[in-house]
């Protein structure tokens, strides 16, 4: 049984646009995911929206109504550690492989067919990761500002600067971050993206994200990684979209547009000349794009 703290449900009352009941899947080896499970059940396509650090479902707001107005279903999940999920207060219980595999449970537990795929920042790392695992259940990818962690490609300056500055935030000020980060969003905006973390004991994934990207051939989810590579490359038959925040100083266009290289039949980004790494809050004009065309 994984240690984890879990944030009160009264942290999570009348956030602004977000009025999803909460759903629950208790992980085989402790932990309490939560992920938010909107439309209706039996749609054809469901959406899986995947967020990155230090955010969590909430950054899926704009964008989810798009999807469930189509007549489609959408589910959110929190990675564990972020959100509503439970968080685990051990750093080293952090890991690649970890965080990987409770997707992957998760999606079978749920039995999620016909799915796009929808990813930025750390959804991405993980997330692009899972098709090649059950390529029957996945019909679509949505990519925005992400990329695959390899380790035998150079990470960026951006990302280096990132992770050093989150090394020397261990109690970051989330609502600071997204505010700078995303300057359109009003003050209880900002504030919902902090409500899961009432102090730095419940930060511990919000601090080992940052240093679990591979940058390594060795490192763990490196190979993995590049095993994804290849199925974008050679193996992905569905359809995909790619949009960019062209001001992303993090996983901008030049990250953006090597991982395009590698997704196969992949058209042309959208590039979305005023948004930021978190594209999601520029999302809505995304969202009905990809459902369009995906």
Avoid at 65 to 94: H, L, M, N, T
Avoid at 215 to 228: E, I, L, N, T
Wanted: charged share 20%; with cysteine.
């Amino acid at each position: 049984m994984i240690p984890a703290l879990r944030t009160p449900d009264d942290r999570f009352r009348d956030l602004p646009g977000w009025t999803h009941a909460p759903s629950y899947y208790q992980l085989a080896d402790g932990p309490r995911m939560h992920y938010v499970d909107a439309g209706p059940r039996q749609a054809a396509r469901t959406w899986l929206c995947l967020h990155g650090q230090p955010t969590w479902s909430y950054l899926y707001r704009r964008m989810l109504p798009v999807f469930v107005a189509a007549g489609d279903r959408v589910i959110a999940p929190d990675f564990a550690g972020f959100g509503r999920s439970d968080k685990p207060v051990d750093e080293a219980a952090y890991s690649f492989d970890f965080h990987r595999r409770c997707l992957l449970d998760l999606i079978e537990a749920l039995d999620l067919r016909n799915i796009a795929l929808v990813v930025q920042d750390w959804g991405g790392l993980i997330g692009l990761t899972l098709p090649m695992a059950m390529p029957e259940r996945f019909a679509a990818l949505l990519a925005m500002n992400t990329t695959l962690g390899t380790g035998d490609e150079p990470l960026s300056r951006g990302f280096l600067d990132w992770r050093d500055f989150s090394n020397r935030s261990p109690d970051m000020d989330i609502a600071k971050l997204m505010q700078r980060a995303c300057p359109h969003i009003a003050d209880a905006e900002a504030a919902a993206y902090a409500a899961p973390y009432p102090d730095a004991s419940c930060k511990a994934g919000v601090r080992a994200f940052p240093n679990l990207v591979p940058d390594r051939p060795d490192a763990p989810g490196a190979a993995v990684s590049r095993q994804a590579r290849d199925f974008w490359r050679n193996a992905w038959t569905g359809r995909s979209l790619m949009a960019i925040g062209m001001q992303d100083p993090v996983l901008g266009p030049p990250t953006m547009r090597a991982l395009h290289a590698h997704i196969r039949h992949c058209p042309p980004p959208l590039e979305i000349a005023d948004g930021g790494h978190f594209l999601q809050e520029w999302g809505e004009a995304i969202a009905r794009s990809a459902v369009d065309t995906l």
